[in-house]
């Protein structure tokens, strides 16, 4: 929300997922990580990390927004495998948000 009452439409990429060192564990934990770019530049302005090693990640994206990276440098960024922060290099589907319903209207 803040990002658009800033500087209007934006793109979200948005992924959730088990991380790696956890799929042959009963843990249950997930991970969320979401990428705001600005739709008319193609420049990621924001980044929400929850889940393990959240801090060591966006510390990362700090970064690369304060060199205005764009989504399309992230996507052309080769991943480190197996880790969880090679999601941000490969989300390639813009997300969009479920309808509102009536009642909450």
């Known amino acids: 929300a803040e990002a658009r009452a800033q500087i209007g439409d934006v793109d979200i990429y ?3 997922f088990t991380p ?3 799929t042959l564990t009963p ?3 997930k991970t969320l990580m979401k990428l705001i770019v600005d739709a008319k530049t193609d420049r990621v302005v924001g980044c929400h990390v929850v889940g393990p ?3 060591e990640m966006v510390q990362g994206i700090g970064i690369a ?3 205005n990276a ?3 440098q992230f996507d052309a960024t080769v991943g480190i495998h197996p880790s ?3 999601e941000l290099v490969t989300m390639r589907s813009k997300w969009t948000p479920p309808p509102k319903s009536q009642a909450a209207e």
């Open 27 to 29: 843990s249950e934990e």
């Open 84 to 86: 969880s922060a090679e």
């Open 70 to 72: 764009t989504k399309a």
């Open 65 to 67: 927004l304060r060199c």
């Open 53 to 55: 090693d959240a801090a």
């Open 20 to 22: 790696m060192k956890h």
């Open 14 to 16: 948005k992924s959730t």
